[in-house]
């Protein structure tokens, strides 16, 4: 399957800073999605990153505040903005690789995480 | 809102065991179902995958599907200590790519 990194792995950042995550996987994928996971908590998808247009955004979040890119088909960014305390997190980014399993099952894997923390 | 329902937990079971972990969902047109294990301060990791009624087996695994129900569940048989995480069930949402996410339920094998 596809090996997925994450840069950072973890951060400690202030309030009102912003912070860049990156996705990187070692081969093509078709989807490429952000997740949060509050402590304790399950995970809430965040947005779809679409290639080379903008992300699609679930209900509550905007794109000012979680901008993404995805230029390629392996690599996609997503910015945390003027961050506050309540942002302390998990951030997810997961694939559905190419080809998959077949017939578009959709299969999501995901990477390692970045756990930020907001002071 | 599409919803994902499980049992938080913690369901304990002794080693050697047949754990069954349980998922209902909302979305009457869902295809895909997915679950995944989670250990605490890792991310989660997916284990099975079931598209038809009936059962799928992998291994120690098996995962059981009836869509009439709206009911998806997983059993592990011969639970070990190692398995003991907490297993997200999630569900592909009818028209489009996305999963939703229950909260999980919390499995602890005790030797």
């Known amino acids: 399957s596809a090996v997925i990194s994450q840069k950072p792995s973890r951060d400690i950042c202030q309030r009102g800073t912003s912070l860049t995550i990156q996705c990187q996987v070692d081969?093509?994928?078709?989807?490429m999605f952000w997740y949060r996971q509050q402590p304790g908590q399950s995970l809430t998808l965040i947005a779809t990153a679409n290639q080379g247009s903008e992300a699609t955004y679930e209900s509550g979040f905007v794109i000012d505040k979680f901008p993404i890119s995805r230029p390629n088909l392996t690599f996609s960014t997503l910015t945390v903005s003027n961050m506050s305390p309540e942002d302390s997190s998990i951030y997810l980014c997961s694939v559905v690789p190419l080809g998959g399993t077949g017939g578009g099952n959709y299969e999501q894997y995901f990477g390692p995480g970045t756990r930020l923390t907001v002071t | 809102q599409k919803e994902v329902e499980q049992n938080s937990g913690p369901l304990s079971v002794p080693e050697g065991a047949i754990a069954s972990l349980n998922c209902t969902y909302s979305?009457?047109?869902?295809?895909?179902f997915f679950w995944y294990r989670q250990y605490s301060g890792k991310s989660p990791e997916l284990i099975m995958f079931i598209y038809s009624n009936g059962d799928k087996e992998d291994g120690r695994f098996t995962a059981q599907l009836n869509k009439a129900s709206q009911y998806v569940s997983l059993l592990i048989r011969d639970s070990q200590p190692s398995d003991s995480a907490t297993y997200l069930c999630?569900?592909?949402?009818?028209?489009?790519?996305?999963?939703?996410f229950g909260k999980g339920t919390m499995l602890l094998v005790s030797p």
């Open positions: 979305d009457r047109g869902s295809q895909s």
């Open positions: 999630a569900v592909k949402n009818s028209g489009y790519s996305t999963l939703t």
């Open positions: 081969s093509q994928v078709t989807m």
